[in-house]
């Protein structure tokens, strides 16, 4: 049975990426199967305008910087000054040498190893025999999936032989909190594998068909069928001479040479739900990168990460927040305007108001991401004392504490008082 690892490598935790040299503040992060890259996206905000951040996917030989048809010893010579580059001992404190390094590891123990090299060319990253684990065995449980456009037919065959699909990219989306909140559509652009615009992701040069393949008969996938002690036992696995596509290319479309995908842009318009929390992940279906010749492409990850709020912080479906107010207030009562996230509100403090007391506005928090309905707007106040009175304040509030009797300590800190001592 061919086992086939589809999606994103670790389903442990979460990917931590490394920052390529010179990679600006707009790059994205994106985790590449096990392998993490860098990218460039560009967002754009539908909402609050136009903002752009850079983003694109590496693979192996544009890790190591070289062409995908580079011999065996060039690709040997790029790893060896690339690897003195980032080597540990060498890059001193630069945080990213190290998974910079790792990659590049990865990169050349794939690349320079002629099977890997052309499973790696055929299947890409994560193809069978690349090792990995299945990202749908549990490790997502704590993600909270959201299909865009409909149910995945291919959902069920993960694992199964057939045509490759593409790989699985990861991105970071950075939202105000407000957007968070309520919800926001973007549209963002990842560079990315697509599919070949010359011959439609065919890998067939334009006029010309693929021919079936004669290993498989066109199956895509070879059967044996084996003796055991417990009777026949049949196994499937991908056809290696077609890549479990079942068809092959005689002549290889000159602009993607065979392969059905070339370097571009995929812009998407993706819908962010209302409710969706720093730390979530959305995925988009088959929005990823494509499957080379025609396979199906892989899905787009969207790791979410809400921005801090000045005033408001969430917890669960509540916003939190702290609210000043004076002594006076607190003490003779007070209506006070809140910005809340949809609009100023206006919030009584009653007189008597106590440090710490919390009010609540029902409904004014952050939308529940499945359910109906929103948390609520949580407010603590805190009251002010002044740590500096003026003359007629001072003069105010001791007279207040003789009303009320309190035992004060008495006017002798003052400049004045220190003062008068020094006469006395
Ligand atoms: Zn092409
Ligand atoms: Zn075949």
Known sequence: MREAVFGLGSSSGTPSASRAPGSTAGSRRVGYLGLLCVVEASLIDRRVGAGNLGASMADYYELLGVDRDAPNDEIKRAYRTMARQFHPDVAGDDPTAEARFKEIAVAYETLSDPEKRRRYDMFGEGGPGSGGSDPFGGGLGDIFDVFFGGNDPFGGQRGQAGPPRGQDAEMELE??????????????????????????????????????????????????????????MVTARACSDCGGLGKTVQNPCTECRGDGRVQG??????????????????????????????????????RIRVAPHELYSREGDDLVS??????????????????????????????????????????RGATQLQGRGRGDLVVHVDVVIPEKLGAEEEDLVRRLAELRGDDVAPADHGLLSKLKSAFK
């Open 322 to 363: 702290r609210l000043e107010i004076a002594m006076t207030q607190a003490a003779l009562g007070a209506k006070i305007t809140l910005e809340t996230l949809d609009g100023p509100e206006e919030l009584t403090i009653p007189g008597g108001t106590q440090p710490g007391r919390v009010f609540r506005l029902r409904g």
């Open 175 to 232: 939202l105000t909190l407000e957007e968070a909140v309520f919800g926001v559509t973007r549209t963002i652009e990842v560079r990315m594998p697509v599919e070949c615009g010359r011959c439609d992701g065919s890998g067939c040069e334009p006029g010309t068909h693929p021919s079936m393949c004669h290993t498989c008969n066109g199956e895509g996938q070879v059967r044996q069928v084996r003796r055991t002690l417990l009777g026949q």
């Open 265 to 302: 842009l995929r812009r998407r318009d993706i819908q962010i739900p209302a409710g969706i929390d720093n730390g979530q992940r959305l995925r988009s279906t088959r929005n990823g990168p494509a499957a080379p010749r025609g396979g199906v492409a892989g899905d787009l990850y969207l």
